[in-house]
């Protein structure tokens, strides 16, 4: 799960909170685990608590559109 020398060139990652296998809320504090530095945006279509995801640098609403995404990861990046 991300390790390497890739993992340091990322400069956001997405999440899908409804996923097969293991759910966003899962996956989450394993992420930050294991790069911290690296911003977590969570998509979702419904999200019925915020706190269990802490540490997500961002949540945006499904469907969400192209700009909104754009503006999202720019401002994460920027402050980073």
Not at 2 to 8: D, H, V
Not at 51 to 79: C, D, F, H, N, Y
């Amino acid at each position: 799960l991300l390790s390497g020398p890739e993992a340091s060139d990322l400069k956001a990652l997405l999440l899908d909170l409804s996923m097969p296998k293991l759910s966003g809320e899962q996956l989450l504090p394993l992420l930050k685990a294991r790069v911290p530095h690296v911003p977590v945006i969570v998509l979702s279509g419904y999200v019925d608590d915020r706190a269990m995801l802490e540490g997500a640098s961002a949540v945006l609403q499904k469907p969400v559109g192209v700009r909104a995404l754009e503006e999202t990861l720019r401002s994460i990046v920027r402050t980073r």
